[in-house]
């Protein structure tokens, strides 16, 4: 992109023109890449999922090289077809707008194998999960923009949406030796904090077979069901709380192996914005208390 890009024309007054660039990136299979940014008051977006960015630098003689930039500092990451989308409106703290200009770009790689310098995690979603996200409306607009434009052919030459992308080599989507794929179990973990500033915790039984006699979320293992439904069920289930999935937002996911040889767990935790009951032991021989 160069300073004769639409966007940045020079009609546009220059307290108009955005200094800041943001890459939407999105692979074969639909998903796009967003990034859990720190929990740290005074940040901008605070604890959300965003697009990966930044603001533009002295040295930065444009704001596709700020975008590119922002991506290998953040993510040790290069996209190489990355163009300009759109302009986006997004609000400072103080009600300020500042205009972002966004590049939208293809990328069909694993996350977890990036070297993250900046926040929390970077993670594939698909637009209709998203809602359930801490996000700004501004980004979830856009990228159901994009997502509209993609799927009508409108945003240049890129895999079909629905195909599957290659596992990366590294990645935990890869296939194991031999070319056998390994099931993974799924747990669900509510992270529920009252008005106080309180999180709910239970204290596991001492037989359980995982951390027992162990403060801990409230949890539980997904049948066949999604992992929003398991944890609606498992609240109701363990403590007689009841909660509605549209209250509900993802917030972290550990992936892990606990000893050489065991079976994957992938652990998501949810934050639950409202729920009806009062918390009680209904499953005493998983919690005591």
Known sequence: ??????????????????????????????????????????????????????????????LEETVRRELREEAGLDIP?????????????????????????????????????EGVMLHWFRPEVMPRLRMAPATLELIHRHAEMLSAGQCGAAPALGARRPPHPRGPSAPAPGGNAVPNVIGVHLYLENANGEVLLGLRHPDSAYAGSTW????????????????????????????????????????LVDTPGMQPRMQMVFRAR????????????KCVS
């Open 216 to 255: 801990h979320f409230l949890a539980g293992h997904c049948e066949r069901e999604s992992a929003v439904a398991c944890l609606v069920r498992e609240a109701r289930e363990e403590a007689g709380l009841v909660i509605d999935a549209k209250d509900v937002e993802f917030v972290h996911a550990v992936h």
């Open 81 to 117: 077809d990355l163009a300009p989308f759109a302009v986006e409106e997004a609000l400072g703290s103080d009600g300020t707008s500042l205009p972002i200009q966004v590049f939208a770009g293809h990328w069909a790689g694993d996350p977890a194998t990036l070297d993250l310098t």
């Open 274 to 285: 409202r729920w009806t009951g009062m918390p009680e032991i209904l499953e005493p021989d």
């Open 1 to 62: 992109m160069n300073e004769e890009t639409p966007q940045l024309d020079s009609a546009v007054p220059r307290e108009h023109r955005p200094a800041n660039a943001s890459a939407l990136i999105y692979n074969g299979a639909g998903e796009y890449l967003l990034h859990l940014r720190d929990q740290i008051p005074g940040i901008w977006e605070p604890g959300s999922w965003s697009l990966l960015g930044g603001g533009r630098e002295p040295g930065d003689r444009s």
